[in-house]
């Protein structure tokens, strides 16, 4: 063999092991947070010795996935398929509010919208007018409250200039903030194959945005009012709150949240609750959406922070 050819086949096989190597690195990263059951392992994040899952405890619920963990201590406390692919329905709009929080350029936007596609997905709308002028924090609610896609594809169009790029940040933050599972390809959380995540990574984007004081605003408000492009004086309600007789339980109270709903995903709920003391985040994943009782998503919720902020008292 010629001393041209042995080098040629030299500088193959460095970048074949540069390559193995390579990915090597990302599957390690990657998987970081499971073991081989599935399992959550400890992370930067989390410390999880105590964790507790779904078949150490006695009670039934509605959702297939669920995370809980106590914010103020760094703690998981509770899973069930924590790091099974999920889609994320409607939680896809706390990235995009936090995306638009961070960068958006001024303090009002200009409504950018398609909304023959919002109309033909039959996508909620915050009721906002296509060109009018908006401030932020309307925007903000319009997403986060009434889960306006208007308000969504208003935000991307004005951060990234074009829905794609927007979308593009999107995975970029999730990369950065370590959601190693999710991908999205559109900002409101529109059913797509392609857009998945899992209760793990959805915990991760909510604690680093809850330390946003913004965002924290946005997520735990219950209405919003504003005057439309006509003069007439609307409230924006919260998804959540709208569809609760009370806040508290046994031990403590809800803060906030997001809900989401397709057919894919099921009922979904990120949200926010304390005992007085220390905060708590639930994910959760999968109720039923056929089911008579269309709020097992929050009756869920309310049933797991009862019994677990109670259960260690």
Not at 66 to 71: C, G, P, Q, R
Not at 195 to 220: C, G, H, S, W
Request: hydrophobic residues 45%; contains cysteine; proline residues 2%.
């Amino acid at each position: 063999m010629s001393q041209k050819r042995k080098l040629r086949v030299l500088v193959i096989l460095c970048i074949l092991l540069i390559a193995a190597v390579s990915l090597s690195i990302w599957y390690l990263i990657s998987f970081a947070a499971t073991s081989n059951n599935g399992r959550i392992l400890p992370s930067e994040n989390f410390t999880n010795e105590n964790t507790l899952t779904y078949q150490d405890v006695n009670f039934n619920m509605h959702s297939t996935h669920a995370l809980l963990i106590n914010l103020t201590a760094g703690e998981m406390i509770f899973e069930h398929h924590a790091n099974t692919r999920v889609y994320p329905a409607s939680l896809t709009k706390m990235m995009t509010v936090l995306i638009g929080i961070e960068q958006s350029r001024s303090d009002t936007m200009i409504v950018r919208a398609d909304f023959t596609r919002i109309m033909l997905a039959n996508a909620s709308v915050a009721g906002f007018e296509y060109g009018e002028e908006r401030t932020l924090m309307e925007i903000l609610h319009g997403a986060m409250l009434p889960s306006g896609a208007d308000a969504t594809a208003t935000i991307a169009y004005h951060v990234a200039g074009s829905y794609d790029a927007f979308v593009e940040l999107m995975n970029e933050r999730a990369r950065e903030l370590g959601m190693y599972h999710t991908n999205f390809t559109n900002t409101s959380g529109l059913h797509d194959e392609n857009q998945y995540t899992t209760a793990y990574d959805m915990v991760i984007l909510l604690k680093y945005a809850l330390e946003n004081p913004i965002f924290r605003e946005v997520f735990t408000a219950r209405n919003y009012a504003f005057t439309t492009f006509f003069g007439e004086q609307r409230v924006m309600n919260s998804t959540l709150f709208v569809n609760m007789w009370t806040t508290e339980f046994t031990g403590g109270e809800m803060m906030g949240g997001r809900t989401g709903f397709t057919n894919a995903a099921g009922r979904c709920l990120a949200s926010l609750a304390t005992n007085g003391t220390d905060e708590f985040i639930l994910i959760t994943f999968g109720a039923d959406p056929y089911a008579a009782n269309q709020i097992a998503h929050i009756s869920d919720a309310l049933m797991i922070y009862e019994y677990f902020l109670n259960a260690f008292e």
